[in-house]
């Protein structure tokens, strides 16, 4: 499996091989690779390395190392639900196949169906989305929910890229997204990269931006949207959203089905607490005082009445949104 190590960017674009589940399920620990639907797919691919490597003559053996595999891949992070949906998609696949051989065939075309089915899904999302878009728009977003967060394309940058493809002008406003700094370091990358127009702000110049009228929309991607419509994503979403009805400005999730999650509701969620080495370095070099304790929540939840509509790759949707979820999803 070959991937871009997003850890590098933007200063080196490096591909990084790997040949088994452990060093996949590292890899997205890391965040050599993240974003949604980035992992669920990477995760799936360290289920299809788990069968191919696999030298079990049975069956029941065969599925008993996919279920091991599938543990250690669930526990690297826990909010996105993509990561949950592609592990047991995956895993489904070789439980119904009849014999070692046939599941190993499954696994392994089943994955590579996800791929470019995400593909294909993330550029439907990206029409609909884009119908949102007027000419001349400044879209304000929050860390990467782009080409590199997904397999190719990207759901909020796919918004923009297909309003860009329309002939609109388009520009994208990108916070930084603390601590990670996924937004200077990647979507910044990819904006730059396509030459679309795209300026960069601390994550706190938000607001002010927001008040002197430079914001026309907000975007943003999702980790998981519950059956109660709460969306979860990177953190200062939420802030983000606040603003936006302070503001009069709407406020959108760009997500596919796979991070829809009808299971829970929103208060059945884990949020992700990572490292304090995020907050209290910057790339290696201490910045706060030693002995510091350090809240560091990866992800938070932004309440549906703060959400305009949610766009999909089947289109809006709207307010009542645990109605309207439970139509896209049967
Ligand atoms: O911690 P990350 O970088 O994996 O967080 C990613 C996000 O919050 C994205 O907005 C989300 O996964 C959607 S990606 C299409």
Redesign the pocket.
């Known amino acids: 499996m070959r991937m871009i190590d997003q850890t590098a960017l933007p200063l080196k674009l490096t591909y990084v091989t790997y040949r088994t589940p452990e060093q996949v399920a590292d890899a997205i620990r890391t965040?050599v690779v993240?974003?949604?639907?980035?992992?669920g797919v990477a995760a799936a691919m360290g289920i299809a390395l788990a069968a191919v490597r696999s030298r079990a003559r049975r069956l029941p053996d065969l599925l008993k190392e996919l279920d091991s595999s599938a543990t250690l891949l669930k526990g690297t992070?826990p909010?996105?639900v993509?990561l949950f949906w592609g592990i047991d998609r995956v895993v489904a696949k070789a439980r119904s196949a009849a014999s070692v051989r046939g599941a190993k065939e499954a696994v392994t075309a089943e994955v590579r169906a996800m791929a470019d089915e995400d593909v294909r899904v993330n550029r439907e999302l990206g029409k609909a989305g884009a119908s949102l878009i007027r000419d001349g728009d400044t879209i304000l977003t929050?860390?990467?929910?782009?080409a590199l967060?997904?397999v190719g394309y990207?759901?909020?940058l796919g918004v923009v890229r297909a309003a860009v493809e329309q002939g609109k002008l388009v520009k994208v406003l990108v916070p930084e997204?603390r601590p990670?700094l996924?937004g200077a370091r990647?979507t910044a990358f990819e904006l730059v990269h396509d030459r679309i127009a795209c300026t960069l702000i601390a994550d706190t110049a938000v607001g002010y931006m927001m008040s002197q009228g430079r914001v026309d929309r907000a975007v943003?991607?999702?980790?998981r949207i519950t059956r109660d419509g709460y969306v979860f994503?990177?953190?200062g979403?939420y802030q983000e959203a606040v603003l936006a009805k302070r503001h009069g400005i709407p406020f959108h999730s760009?997500?596919?089905r796979s991070?829809f999650d009808l299971a829970r509701t929103h208060d059945q969620v884990t949020i992700?607490e990572?490292g304090a080495e995020e907050l209290v370095e910057i790339r290696g070099k201490r910045i706060a005082p030693r002995g510091i304790p350090v809240a560091n929540p990866?992800?938070d939840m932004t309440p549906p009445e703060l959400v305009t509509s949610i766009i999909t790759e089947r289109g809006l949707v709207e307010t009542p949104f645990d109605e309207n979820i439970a139509r896209l999803m049967s």
């Open positions: 965040m993240r974003g949604a639907p980035a992992i992070r909010t996105a993509n929050q860390c990467n929910a782009g967060a997904t990207g759901t909020v997204t990670a996924q990647l943003v991607g999702a980790d994503n990177k953190i979403t760009a997500a596919p991070t992700e990572r990866a992800f």
